[in-house]
T-cell receptor, first 115, second 107 residues
Framework: DAMVIQNPRYQVTQFGKPVTLSCSQT?????MYWYQQKSSQAPKLLFH???????NEADTPDNFQSRRPNTSFCFLDIRSPGLGDAAMYLC??????????????FGSGTQLSVL | RKEVEQDPGPFNVPEGATVAFNCTYS??????FFWYRQDCRKEPKLLMS???SGNEDGRFTAQLNRASQYISLLIRDSKLSDSATYLC????????FGQGTELSVKP
């Protein structure tokens, strides 16, 4: 059974039209992450939540926002998608922030296309 | 200099071949190291952790050289199903991913 679920699997949006990607988890993990991965590039951490504490990466554009209304759900909002935002968006969870030898549990990702 | 550097490949090898990937890192304070495997348009999946003493899991061997700041992954007796991108991942406060090395195993 999937433990980190991302919906939808594929998302198409128009240039400048706000879009929301969702992630849910059944693991009751404290930490939820959002990564952006462009073709042939490394996953890039956008931000993460440690419980309700939001931690933004310094180079994450303001265009990207996130919400975590409860332990199970986390959303990625792209306020005005540009062509350069087309990518795979990966949600991941870990029990604690110091991942160490623990596994990072990934969802299957949402492939975003911007037309 | 990138925090994590990998040869992007692709590495094209015949079935049964032995192939090795290296990954160099710049932050000597990095604490933990991992190899992840990522299939095309899928999420990364943990392949193995990398220990200072080196570790083996079946056909896969991972090694860490802290003095030279690199980790390696050796795959013996390559299978068609090993075709994927292999990501080097470090923990240094947060997880840092390399861009991956693409492996293609041919019949």
């Amino acid at each position: 059974d999937a433990m980190v679920i991302q919906n939808p699997r594929y998302q198409v949006t128009q240039f400048g039209k706000p879009v929301t990607l969702s992630c849910s988890q059944t693991l009751n993990h404290n930490v939820m992450y959002w990564y952006q991965q462009k073709s042939s590039q490394a996953p890039k951490l956008l931000f993460h939540y440690y419980d309700k504490d939001f931690n933004n990466e310094a180079d994450t554009p303001d265009n990207f926002q996130s919400r975590r209304p409860n332990t199970s759900f986390c959303f990625l909002d792209i306020r005005s998608p540009g062509l350069g935002d087309a990518a795979m968006y990966l949600c991941a969870t870990s029990r604690d922030r110091t991942v160490g030898l623990e596994k990072l549990f990934f969802g299957s990702g949402t492939q975003l296309s911007v037309l | 200099r990138k925090e994590v550097e990998q040869d992007p490949g692709p590495f094209n090898v015949p079935e049964g071949a032995t192939v090795a990937f290296n990954c160099t890192y710049s932050n000597s304070a990095s604490q933990s190291f991992f190899w992840y495997r990522q299939d095309c348009r899928k999420e990364p999946k943990l392949l193995m952790s990398v220990y200072s003493s080196g570790n083996e899991d079946g056909r896969f061997t991972a090694q860490l050289n802290r003095a030279s700041q690199y980790i390696s992954l050796l795959i013996r007796d390559s299978k068609l199903s090993d075709s994927a991108t292999y990501l080097c991942v470090l923990l240094g406060g947060k997880l840092i991913f390399g861009q991956g090395t693409e492996l293609s195993v041919k019949p």
